[in-house]
């Protein structure tokens, strides 16, 4: 007799090759490029982002698209995730750690012809930790206590106490500079520093981008002229645009089931790289019976992570025991605590009180990851008396506003993007709801270490309290998967943080 487990891999099993054979059917040969302009390029992205503005919200589609195209920050993080110079050309660190004093490249000007200097860097600073600012990463900024301009090719940033990471941070896509004559539009006509402007965005479709004849980094040459990102969400039809030539890059492909499809494809090449997309199942740790500790163990030892990335992913991902990649320094392999154990699962949920399992929601994001991770632990609660219902959830909007904003829900899934995020743990508004005054000790000593090796040691024991605690299901991390032309270089093979760099992209010759 087959069990509920084996009957969902096989349903996946089933919906995967049917995915596989219309794909393949509705591919065309790959002809379209040769009227193709040797400047311009056509990316695919899943994900339409709900605005350009990365100052003013979270979801990571906005950075894709804007992030040091559009926007550019004080510093950056290259290809291989080190912090570069950039609208600072410099900086030096007091020796208590409490001042950042950043010189200034001369000679930016804003796409709008408004000039860079040390008074913008502070009015975008003070709105991004403003009072009134809804920056999705207002944090960054709290342990600033005055910007201090001495002249207009310094910045001064004094602060209340060392924050380690601050520099880091400095170089997100929410830490970006904007105009002070602009950035209220920003959220629908993006003007920034960078390498491209803003032409044009049909919401449902693309948006536009073109090379910036005045961009202020002449050590830079683009090699692009127009740039074009098509938000095209059906696997099939990225693969079927991939194929037919409609679209030149798909950086992220969405259906890696299709991936061997293009193995023979004499004009595409297969990417694989390296992300920070931790594949994660929050739950929410105020509700029973989620606030029983037992209970999360319980529900993380009923989980198979290698079959569910095989199942759910095609085998590509590397299955996580905490909230921590192996990409991240410091990391540790956790997967160990709580293995895959049906039978110490029901055990400890009978000790919990609950020997006949119980039933809850799951509220999955439409994207393909999500739905298949989730139907398969479906199946596998199911081996232990747990009962899950999936209701899917539009993403980003839905999602963002019920889930994260709200925290009303039971148990989600999602691919947390940000590096190093694991302080979300410590914050009380966030949407898990959990609560660790230990832990919370813990990231603030890391914070206010500067020390690599002392920092990494405490990240090590942060780890180990959430691989213990289990305040989500830590699943697995998600390889960057991209399928572009043979021809297209510049683009990033890893993901130190989510974007879609195009500075250094260009056609061979």
């Known amino acids: ?65 804007t992030w040091q195209n559009v926007f550019e920050g004080l510093v950056t993080i290259d290809r291989d995730g080190n912090i570069k110079p950039q609208l600072a050309k410099s900086w030096s660190i007091s020796a208590d750690g409490l001042a950042y004093t950043f010189k200034l490249q001369r000679n930016v000007t804003f796409h709008d012809g408004e000039t860079f200097d040390s008074a913008v860097a502070k009015a975008s600073l003070e709105r991004a930790r403003g009072a009134d600012s809804v920056n999705p990463q207002k944090r960054f900024f709290a342990s600033i206590a005055t910007i201090e301009t001495p002249d207009a090719e310094t910045l001064v940033l004094k602060l209340r106490e060392p924050a380690g990471s601050l520099l880091y941070w400095l170089a997100w896509p929410s830490s970006v500079i904007v105009g002070t004559r602009t950035a209220e539009n920003d959220k629908t006509t993006p003007v920034g520093t960078g390498p491209f402007r803003f032409v044009r965005w049909a919401k449902g479709d693309k948006v536009d981008l073109a090379a910036n004849p005045d961009y202020w980094n002449k050590d830079v040459s683009i090699g692009l002229d127009k740039v074009t990102f098509r938000f095209i969400s059906d696997p099939q039809a990225q693969a079927a645009a991939l194929k037919s030539g409609d679209v030149d890059a798909f950086p992220e492909f969405g259906a890696p089931e299709l991936v061997g499809s293009f193995k023979d494809d004499a004009d595409l090449t297969t990417v694989i790289g390296n992300t920070e997309l931790k594949v994660v199942a929050g739950m929410n740790n105020a509700r029973k019976p989620f606030d029983d500790k037992r209970v999360r163990q319980a529900l993380m030892m009923a989980i198979d992570r290698k079959t569910l990335v095989d199942g759910a992913w095609s085998g590509f991902g590397t299955p996580i025991g905490s909230h921590y990649t192996p990409n991240d320094p410091g990391f540790i392999d956790l997967t160990g605590i709580y293995p895959y154990d049906p039978g110490k699962a029901k055990a400890l949920l009978a000790e919990a009180g609950y020997p006949d399992g119980f039933s809850f929601v ?81 990231i603030a000593k890391a914070e206010q270490t500067t020390d690599p090796v002392a920092r990494d040691a405490i990240y090590g024991d942060v780890q180990k309290i959430l691989a213990e605690d289990v305040p989500a299901l830590y699943l697995f991390v998600m390889p960057k998967l991209g399928v572009w032309n043979k021809r297209i270089e510049g683009l990033w093979r890893n993901e130190p943080i989510p974007s879609n760099v195009l500075t250094d992209v260009r056609w061979k010759e």
Not at 7 to 19: I, K, V
């Open 1 to 65: 007799m087959i069990n509920a487990f084996q009957a969902a891999r096989r349903r996946l099993s089933n919906g995967l090759l049917f995915t596989f054979l219309v794909s393949a059917s509705l591919a065309a040969p790959a002809s379209a490029l040769a009227g193709k302009s040797e400047r311009s390029l056509v990316l695919g992205m899943a994900i339409e982002p709900i605005g350009l503005d990365p100052t003013i919200a979270a979801p990571v589609a906005i950075g894709q698209v």
């Open 362 to 442: 799951m509220r999955a994001p439409q994207m393909a990851y999500a739905a298949r991770s989730a139907e398969i632990m479906q199946a596998m609660f199911a081996e232990i008396g747990v009962t899950m219902t999936i209701e899917p959830t539009e993403f980003p909007a839905k999602w963002v506003q019920e889930v994260f904003k709200n925290a009303d829900y039971d148990m989600t899934i999602v691919a947390h993007a940000e590096p190093m995020d694991v302080d979300i743990y410590s914050r009380d508004s966030y949407y898990f709801n959990y609560r660790n005054p230990a832990l919370n000790d813990l």
